[in-house]
């Protein structure tokens, strides 16, 4: 157990819908990161967010939103849904802001979208 | 996006046979990570580099900063069934870019 949760496990929903990925990381960790892993694909970066401020982007599409809370926990916002959007969805955190630092993976959340 | 060549792509393997893997690039980063993946499940961390020529064990695991900064090893000793799934190689550029960048992954698959 990493100390990094994410909800929910499953997600499925239909084309054009809009859900809302959480995740909470480990205690004392104020980076979060955001990937996508496709099928048999590997880790795609989004976006980082450190002790509540965007720190880094990556290949986030413009319909994919996140943001971190005062007490730390991240939210991923993803609109428009398109069936390619259907993958598992991880959030990693880690204790400072730069990737000096080891990040820890939750165990992700698998969105299917019909 | 950006990917890290890794190799294997994947290997079947005997029990207790020895296995190696290494990411490749030709940027340099400063930083590798090595990570194992179960099906369904999210990366577990095994090894952190931080120095070009570290070596550094994890029981039957040792990971290898390659000395040009741009590679990375991973060896795997005596390998066991529970060792199945996919590694991935996480390398953080010299740039100065706040992101990591994963490896395609080496997916294995050890034989009883």
């Known amino acids: 157990d990493s100390g990094v949760t994410q909800t929910p496990k499953h997600l499925i929903t239909a084309t054009g819908q809009r859900v809302t990925l959480r995740c909470s990381p480990r205690?004392?960790?104020?980076?979060v990161y955001w990937y996508q892993q496709s099928l048999d694909q590997g880790l795609q970066f989004l976006i980082q967010?450190?002790?509540?401020?965007?720190?880094a982007k990556g290949n986030i599409l413009e319909r994919f939103s996140a943001q971190q809370f005062p007490d730390l926990h991240s939210e991923l916002n993803l609109s428009s849904l398109e069936l390619g959007d259907s993958a598992l969805y991880f959030c990693a955190s880690s204790v400072g802001p730069d990737a000096l630092y080891e990040q820890y993976f939750g165990p992700g959340t698998r969105l299917t979208v019909t | 996006g950006q990917q890290l060549n890794q190799s294997p792509q994947s290997m079947f393997i005997q029990e207790g046979e020895d296995v190696s893997m290494n990411c490749t690039s030709s940027?340099?980063?400063?930083?590798w990570l090595w990570y194992k993946q179960d099906p369904g499940e999210g990366p577990v961390l095994l090894i952190a580099?931080?120095?070009?020529?570290e070596l550094t064990s994890n029981g039957r695991l040792t990971a290898q900063f390659g000395i040009t900064r741009k590679d990375s090893f991973l060896n795997i000793s005596a390998s066991i069934p529970s060792d199945v799934g996919i590694y991935f190689c996480a390398g953080q550029l010299a740039s100065g870019t706040y992101k990591y960048i994963f490896g395609t992954g080496t997916r294995l698959k050890v034989l009883a």
């Open positions: 940027s340099i980063f400063n930083t």
């Open positions: 967010y450190y002790n509540g401020e965007e720190r």
């Open positions: 580099l931080y120095k070009a020529g």
């Open positions: 205690s004392g960790d104020l980076s």
